[in-house]
């Protein structure tokens, strides 16, 4: 069982997928690929083209408004990671179809390799702590990304109004006292959002390629779906796997009228990084 996609929190999250941080320090070693690792035709020829067309681009932003626009119209399908408490984790890399969580790792990974061999590091960076493979090691919480060592993005929320609310939360914690995950731990974590009515005089404070993490209300959950925060001919827009039956692809929806409804959000700032080559 995993959490996020439009209310239960799917799984694992972002972590940094390029060779630097900040500092110009890597806090990370090769990853160790699995032998029996199978990618199917249409992904190896997608993460071909992708990192081709991109590695001329300038700025972060801009790689990484191309690339996921790309994928625009992906397929949606949930859950489609393998491995749990129980059963032995796999390295899952398939374009053909993504949800909220898998959609923000691959674009993360394209928009900083330069090829096949490159973006599989940095999918392993972005999807598991330490470069394991495993179940423990994925980073199931959005909150993660900015908490978990080692740092991999900023949350910027508090910095975009004084409205922003606080709450403590038991993260994978059900009201019931059961587990979102089995195999993980609870962790207690403050968890910063942005109230929907906030949200208007805050919009020209948020970036292209910002995390955009929707505050999820229920106990043990930091959000409930996750996008990139895209700004065209002046709107901001989500662009998010989106799991709604009208939709069940990736779509772009103006972010002001995304959050009608909704509790608030939480922004995440990627922090700067090198492409792998």
Same mark, same amino acid.
């Given at each position: 069982?995993?959490?996020?996609?439009?209310?239960?929190?799917?799984?694992?999250?972002?972590?940094?997928?390029?060779?630097?941080?900040?500092?110009?320090?890597?806090?990370?070693?090769?990853? #160790?690929?699995?032998?029996?690792?199978?990618?199917?035709?249409?992904?190896?020829?997608?993460? #071909?083209?992708?990192?081709?067309?991109?590695?001329?681009?300038?700025?972060?932003?801009?790689?990484?408004?191309?690339?996921?626009?790309?994928?625009?119209?992906?397929?949606?399908?949930? /859950?489609?990671?393998?491995?749990?408490?129980?059963?032995?984790?796999?390295?899952?890399?398939?374009?053909?179809?993504?949800?909220?969580?898998?959609?923000?790792?691959?674009?993360?990974?394209?928009?900083?390799?330069?090829?096949?061999? +490159?973006?599989?590091?940095?999918?392993?960076?972005?999807?598991?702590?330490?470069?394991?493979?495993?179940?423990?090691?994925?980073?199931?919480?959005?909150?993660?990304?900015?908490?978990?060592?080692?740092?991999?993005?900023?949350?910027?929320?508090?910095?975009?109004?004084?409205?922003?609310?606080?709450?403590?939360?038991?993260? /994978?914690?059900?009201?019931?006292?059961?587990?979102?995950?089995?195999?993980?731990?609870?962790? !207690?974590?403050?968890?910063?959002?942005?109230?929907?009515?906030?949200?208007?005089?805050?919009?020209?404070?948020?970036?292209?390629?910002?995390?955009?993490?929707?505050?999820?209300?229920?106990?043990?959950?930091?959000?409930?779906?996750?996008?990139?925060?895209?700004?065209?001919?002046?709107?901001?827009?989500?662009?998010?796997? +989106?799991?709604?039956?009208?939709?069940?692809?990736?779509?772009?929806?103006?972010?002001?009228?995304?959050?009608?409804?909704?509790?608030?959000?939480?922004?995440?700032?990627?922090? !700067?990084?090198?492409?792998? +080559?």
């Amino acid at each position: 069982m995993n959490v996020t996609s439009h209310g239960m929190y799917r799984r694992s999250f972002l972590a940094l997928s390029g060779a630097f941080l900040g500092s110009g320090c890597s806090p990370f070693s090769r990853p #160790h690929l699995p032998h029996d690792l199978t990618i199917d035709s249409y992904t190896r020829d997608k993460i #071909h083209t992708l990192t081709s067309l991109h590695s001329e681009m300038c700025g972060e932003a801009a790689r990484l408004s191309f690339i996921s626009e790309a994928l625009l119209r992906t397929s949606y399908l949930a /859950n489609h990671l393998i491995g749990s408490a129980i059963s032995p984790e796999k390295l899952v890399v398939d374009l053909r179809s993504v949800d909220c969580l898998s959609f923000l790792e691959y674009v993360i990974a394209l928009t900083h390799s330069r090829s096949l061999d +490159s973006f599989l590091q940095a999918l392993v960076q972005t999807r598991y702590s330490n470069n394991i493979i495993s179940f423990p090691t994925r980073r199931h919480f959005f909150s993660d990304w900015s908490c978990a060592s080692p740092l991999l993005a900023r949350d910027v929320t508090q910095s975009l109004s004084s409205d922003v609310v606080s709450v403590t939360k038991k993260l /994978n914690q059900k009201a019931d006292g059961s587990l979102y995950l089995p195999g993980i731990p609870v962790k !207690e974590r403050r968890i910063s959002y942005l109230p929907s009515s906030a949200l208007p005089k805050a919009l020209p404070l948020l970036k292209t390629g910002d995390l955009i993490g929707i505050y999820s209300g229920l106990p043990g959950l930091d959000v409930s779906h996750t996008g990139f925060a895209i700004w065209r001919s002046g709107q901001l827009f989500f662009r998010n796997a +989106s799991s709604l039956k009208r939709n069940r692809y990736v779509v772009d929806t103006p972010l002001n009228d995304y959050m009608h409804g909704r509790i608030g959000l939480v922004v995440l700032r990627p922090l !700067e990084r090198a492409c792998l +080559s």
